[in-house]
């Protein structure tokens, strides 16, 4: 058995701790380089909203690549895991609540 495969094997409700953990991981140490890039674009992002971020945006991301992973799954079946979509539509919230538009000044 890899390394890996030991790693996911433990889960909290169905998900696998280690992909959560290491998504939210990577994500608390791009935030600084994230929020400069986004800067640049007049898009005031803080560093804490891109952790409340995380998984919608590996949701979207899923998505998008067609790549189905059980809480992809979950969350786009319309007959049931009610609360794991109000726990991403919350944390949706809570990431676009700090975004704001900058201008700049001249």
Request: aromatic share 12%; hydrophobic share 55%; charged share 20%.
């Given at each position: ?10 889960r ?7 992909d959560t ?11 600084p380089?994230?929020?400069k ?11 804490r909203?891109w ?31 009610y ?14 609540r ?7 000044i001249?």
């Amino acid at each position: 058995m890899h390394i890996i495969e030991y790693l996911r094997q433990f889960r909290f409700a169905g998900y696998t701790i280690f992909d959560t953990a290491l998504a939210l991981i990577g994500i608390y140490l791009l935030s600084p380089l994230l929020s400069k890039l986004f800067k640049k674009l007049q898009v005031s992002i803080p560093k804490r909203n891109w952790l409340f971020l995380t998984l919608p945006i590996g949701i979207l991301a899923h998505l998008i690549f067609k790549q189905m992973t059980p809480m992809t799954k979950d969350l786009i079946d319309i007959h049931a895991h009610y609360i794991l979509k109000i726990i991403i539509f919350i944390l949706l919230i809570l990431g676009i609540r700090g975004i704001k538009i900058t201008k700049k000044i001249r």
